[in-house]
């Protein structure tokens, strides 16, 4: 057997270090794509929230289709189809998707990405709840600790404000039951997209030929800039995903469970820096005890693996 020039040298091109390297860059698109996202909400604000998502999921539908036909990943879609308990999960996934990418986007052209930013903050300390109410899973003192000062950040939100953050704990929520029902199917990330959504692009095809025919939608009226922005929505939504999934395939859970942080930091940034959003006493407070708590929580996590490593 004729061996490669590479393998033979014993320089396989696929090291840890390489895959590592590679994964990093994936999970940092990813991320940053997410935390960055908001700048592309904000720019289309003239565009209704409904709008924008039907266009996301419409050409969303049309880049998974031609990655899972590059890649030769449409037996996967298939065996999906097939699966009636596949399928029946990935509509109740699919439904959780479209209204927290609804809720998101309408809180972004709404002035309230600050509020956005804190729901994914908070996302992985409402995973680790629903996990003990769903799946019987039992937390240290150290996650009780992160879990409650999460509950009094919210609590302090409520009071400073004058009004319970519906937003950040709405997009929390939803993205938490998301993650659960996703995990109960348990199917690759692009071809669960590409189903997902497949379920709601008739709505969503439906509700864009209503606004064609009223007049009222924004594709083909605007200008030729608007029309490529908006087929845009399908890349910013397929890419980071793809990305994801290419960094979780390569890189440690911890890995990735640290880098998810930096798509709401890089929102925080955006909404008090570049936005003036405002940034009251109470929020202050309220992201220190999020903070907080994400630090003892993760800290936690870390320990915890370094004794059983």
Known sequence: MIKSKNTANGSDPR???????????CALGAFGTWGFLPIYFKYMHEVSAFEILAH???????????????????????AVIKNRRLVFWL???????SLNWLLFIWA????????????????????????????GERL?????????????????????????????????????FYGYVRKTAAVGAAAGLFVETLVVIIPATAYLIYLGVKGQGAFGTVSFSYDFLLVFAGVVTAVPLILFSAAARRLRYATVGFFQYLAPTLQFILAVAVYGEAFTDAHKIT??????????????IWRTRKKTA
């Not at 996301?56 to 298939?78: D, H, M, P, T, Y």
């Not at 509509?91 to 998707?97: I, M, W």
């Not at 992201?287 to 936690?300: M, P, Q």
């Open 56 to 78: 996301r999921i419409v050409w969303s539908v049309v880049l998974v289709s031609l990655f899972l036909v590059a890649v030769g990943r449409w037996k996967e879609v298939l």
């Open 91 to 97: 509509c109740v996934s699919a439904t959780l998707l």
């Open 140 to 176: 240290t003192k150290a996650q009780w600790i992160a879990v409650a000062l999460s509950v009094l950040g919210v609590i302090a939100l409520a009071a400073g404000v004058g009004e319970f953050p519906w937003i950040a704990v709405s997009l929390g929520l939803l993205f938490g």
């Open 15 to 25: 090291t840890p270090e390489r895959e590592g390297l590679i994964g990093g860059l």
């Open 108 to 135: 972004v052209t709404h002035g309230q990405m600050l509020q956005g930013s804190l729901g994914y903050y908070i996302n992985p300390l409402v995973n680790v709840v629903l996990g003990v109410l769903l799946l």
């Open 287 to 300: 992201f220190a005890l999020i903070w907080l708590a994400l630090a003892i929580y993760s800290f936690d």
